[in-house]
């Protein structure tokens, strides 16, 4: 199992931007798909975006498209996410987890694994 510790979160106002980190501590991650998520207070855990290893397959959920930017630097063992032009329906919990399982859509959080314990965003005015 790899422990990954997700960073960046904080208070800000709508449109404002914040870059997430998701940096795994114990094993590298440079051969896996990572993918970030969100849970907001009284919903269900959504997918936000993920990025295979090499980075050239990404997916965003239609909400974030535009907006968020995920990246990977597989020499600092560390998947992003840029936020930008935040809103206030992007407050949540963001989790990033190895996808380890393909046997779902690739935005099915039954596929992934190793979650960290979260970073919380809040956008506020």
């Known amino acids: 199992q790899v422990q990954l510790v997700e960073s960046g979160g904080g208070l800000v106002q709508p449109g404002d931007s914040l870059r997430l980190s998701c940096a795994a501590s114990s094993r590298t991650i440079n051969s896996l798909t990572m993918g970030w998520f969100r849970q907001a207070p009284r919903k269900e855990r959504e997918f936000v975006a993920s990025i295979s290893s090499s980075g050239g397959i990404i997916y965003y959920a239609d909400s974030v498209k535009g907006r968020f930017t995920i990246s990977r630097d597989n020499a600092k063992n560390t998947v992003y996410l840029q936020m930008n032009s935040l809103k206030p329906e992007d407050t949540a919990t963001y989790y990033c987890?190895?996808?380890?399982?393909?046997?779902?859509?690739?935005?099915?959080?039954?596929?992934?694994?190793?979650w960290g314990q979260g970073t919380q965003v809040t956008v506020s005015s």
């Open positions: 987890a190895i996808r380890r399982y393909y046997r779902q859509n690739y935005s099915d959080g039954r596929d992934y694994t190793d």
